[in-house]
């Protein structure tokens, strides 16, 4: 593994972390047992434990497991570290992986303020995103999010019934323009109605997007980042496609620029390693970082030491390099499918669809012309025609408005499937379209 040095940090500015903690989440306290496994993992062993519900890994059926990477790589976890792959573990996360992966951070970003920062854990990012909005959500207290936004996001807020603040985005991502515009509006409104509070998480994923496709240029990360600071604002930076960006630069993060500590990053090793590991981290300030893991305590313990354990195996095989460029090998892959996937829209969709080309990731955004709403196009005739896109409804702030954009994956299909879906769909647009200008006509 490479050795790493910790660079000495800029002053940590005292943010008040308090502010971005709800009610509810200012009240989880650590469970006891919780706290005794992680003070007890790296205990001197003649330390004699009578304190933990564990089961005697002794009775476990497991021998070894053999582990064999398509590099011709292989590991075997057997004796102590199968162990404590098969046992529980401390909830912020395995100490071998937990020091590789904050090692690994440090290695990509080089955040100027390493040393107020901390990382959890989690269970893909998902389970990263959803504790850390569920810690800041507040009644009364909007949230700022990009528009369009990954449902994943949508769908652990609307719960709680928040008011979302949509940030428009152009073919560069979140319009900083905008965000002022919709931040000096809603500090009108404060001054007059006293009932309504600024909003404190802003909810971005700067690379590759999901569905848009686009990365935001260093240029508007570091105007986005100094309007934050204006108005004290965390940002949520849930980069599940920062591997996976298909420009020569590597892209710069929000953590990459986070001198005052106002950045939880969510990072995601599904697209590039695998998504059945279900396998994240959350990088932060450690009071934040600590009110999750007190939530992943009374959740779900921790994640899986089995996967965790395969995966610091991984590392320890590769090191940083090669870890990066497998990363770099899948991103390739996925470059070569976006120009499949664009060579057919041109095939096909010219004159019926606008997109732009993404930057990365997995996803193309197409703006259907002359079809106000494809929700019910592409959910019930397109699946008769054995087709199927997501309606652009399921990334909206608010899906319940018409929506004449789609989402495409093309992450899974061959490419010949790929250009007979496009062909497909430009057969749906036709007829929807010939089917309104009917409707149309009768009404005339
Ligand atoms: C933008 C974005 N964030 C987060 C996730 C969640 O990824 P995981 O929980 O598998 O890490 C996804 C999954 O598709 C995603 O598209």
Request: with cysteine; charged share 20%.
């Amino acid at each position: 593994m490479e050795a790493m040095s910790i660079k000495p940090v800029n002053p940590k500015m005292s943010l008040d972390y308090s502010y971005f903690i709800n009610g509810l989440s200012s009240r989880r306290r650590p469970g006891i047992t919780r706290e005794l496994t992680k003070k007890l993992y790296n205990a001197p062993k003649e330390t004699i434990s009578l304190a933990e519900g564990m089961p005697n890994d002794g009775s476990f059926p497991f021998e070894a497991i053999n582990v064999v990477l398509k590099d011709g790589s292989t590991f075997t976890l057997q004796g102590g570290e199968l162990a404590a792959s098969l046992q529980y573990l401390p909830s912020q996360g395995y100490p071998p992986l937990l020091k590789t992966l904050k090692e690994f951070t440090y290695f990509v970003h080089e955040p100027p303020n390493w040393q107020g920062t901390d990382v959890i854990i989690t269970n893909g990012s998902q389970c990263g995103i959803s504790k850390s909005i569920e810690m800041c959500i507040e009644e009364g207290v909007p949230i700022l999010v990009q528009n369009p936004l990954y449902t994943g996001t949508e769908i652990v807020m609307k719960p709680y019934r928040p008011q979302l603040l949509p940030i428009e985005q152009d073919e560069f991502g979140v319009i900083p323009e905008h965000l002022v515009a919709t931040l000096e509006d809603w500090k009108c409104q404060c001054s007059t109605d006293p009932t309504k509070k600024m909003p404190k998480i802003f909810y971005i994923n700067p690379t590759a997007a999901n569905p848009t496709g686009v990365t935001i240029p260093l240029d508007r990360k570091k105007e986005i980042y100094r309007i934050c600071c204006d108005y004290n604002i965390l940002i949520l930076e849930d980069d599940a496609y920062y591997f996976m960006d298909f420009q020569d630069a590597k892209p710069v993060s929000f953590l990459s620029l986070d001198v005052e500590g106002r950045v939880l990053r969510f990072d995601s090793l599904s697209k590039v390693l695998a998504s059945g590991l279900r396998l994240g981290w959350v990088t932060g300030p450690k009071q934040l970082i600590t009110n999750i893991e007190l939530h992943i305590q009374s959740a779900y313990l921790h994640s899986s030491s089995l996967s965790q354990s395969m995966v610091n195996n991984i590392f320890r095989q590769w090191g940083f390099e090669k870890m990066l460029q497998h990363f770099a090998t899948v991103s390739n892959f996925y470059r070569v499918r976006r120009d499949i996937i664009i060579a057919a829209m041109e095939k096909h969709l010219k004159g019926l669809c606008d997109w732009s080309i993404p930057s990365g990731g997995m996803f193309v955004w197409i703006k259907v012309r002359n079809v106000p709403d494809v929700y019910e196009m592409l959910m019930t005739r397109g699946l008769k025609k054995h087709v199927c896109f997501a309606p652009g409804q399921a990334f909206m702030a608010d899906p319940t408005v018409a929506c004449n954009y789609i989402r495409a994956a093309y992450s899974r299909a061959s490419p010949k499937q790929i250009d007979k879906a496009m062909r497909l769909l430009a057969e749906l647009i036709r007829e929807e379209q010939a089917l309104l200008r009917r409707k149309l006509d009768n009404f005339i």
